[in-house]
């Protein structure tokens, strides 16, 4: 198992961590007060210079204006990157957009690629991922109400669907629906893509979260499809494929989301030392001499420590076993690397008093925000029982003494 950074690599970091601090960084606090609409003319001037700089879309295809990183390098940009909220969104590289562009371009139709695909990875449209329902599970996925079903050459899909990210502006949904009744639960749901402007797709609203409706990119639609009709040739893969392809989805995803929280926590890091270092709490004394601050401190850089690695390790399994060998590395990451994530941030707020209870520094988002970490792409307990099961049933025939 080889960690190293290649000597390219070094220097695309390089360039992404000065590019963060010198024009993404300033942004934050814009992003913090204003709709994500406002921000919009001055975020497409920084897309401008990531493109000039060559460093657009570090994990899309070449073919389409991409960098094609594999997915060890660009574990390491979405590090980098994780450090401000709006870096994947400036490289091209954000949820939920990342995720349908991988499947596009497994699944997608030479009509599909043109229509959606060039134009996501080119940054000229937005897309979101359309699957948890309202009044179903979404730990349990192959519990479905919403229906596609086939009339003419159409499908007519009925059903409502919440949690949508970024469907406020987004071009289209790739929508999870039941296309095949009958068929075993995992062989019953179909992924289609359902343009935004089509007559029974409803925005009905965008979900507050702790507090924020958000908007744009950075929000999470509720969305009813109403007799919502698309012809055929719109569904994406074979019919009854929605949850093989799902698993696809989610798997390097987990490796992206994992790695941006690891940037997160090195943010929050970088602030907590930064504000202990520099905050006077009696005449000559800073907070940063205090042993519980310290103990923080010491526990934090473990833990940021073995998250990264263990991510690293995970991802470096994905990329030369594959999917299903790391399984339970991608498990076990998805819920101790969002544990850890909100242990550095609850810390790093705490040693900054009531400054990081406002919005003057990233901190307040993060933990707002970030509570999701151990909600989506897997909650944590089914991530637990999931390595529990696996875990045990090595232990069934074999004699410990
Ligand atoms: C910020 C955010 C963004 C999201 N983005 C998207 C998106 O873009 N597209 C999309 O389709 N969905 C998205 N989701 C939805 C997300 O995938 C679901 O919320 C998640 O799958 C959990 O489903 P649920 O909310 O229905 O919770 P439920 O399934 O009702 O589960 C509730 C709780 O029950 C417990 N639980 C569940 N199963 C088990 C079990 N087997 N054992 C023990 N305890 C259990 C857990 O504590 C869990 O938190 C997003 C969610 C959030 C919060």
Redesign the pocket.
Known sequence: MDFSVSEKMQTIIEMINEFMDREIIPLEPAFLRKPFADLVPELEEKRRMVKQMELWAPPHPRKYGGMELDLMEFALVSEALGRSPLGHYIFGCQA?DAGNVEILHIYGTDEQKETYLRPLVEGKIRS?????EVE?????PVMLETTAVKEGHDYLINGQ?W???AADGARFAIVMAVTNPDASPYLAASMVIVPTDTKGFNLVRNIS?MGHEGSGWHS?GEILYQSCRVPQKNLLGPEGHGFVIAQERLGPGRIHHCMRWIGECNRAFDLMCSRAINRVISPGKVLAGKQIVQVWIAECAAEIQAARLMVLHAAWKMQNLGVKEAREDISLIKFFVAKVLQKVVDSALQVHGGLGMSDDTILAFLYR?ER?AR????????HK?SVAKRVLRDYENRVVR
């Open positions: 939920p979101c991922f359309s699957m948890t179903m599970p979404g730990s349990n669907k949690y949508s990210t979260i999470h925000f999701a909600i989506y792409d897997g909650v944590d307990e089914v029982v």
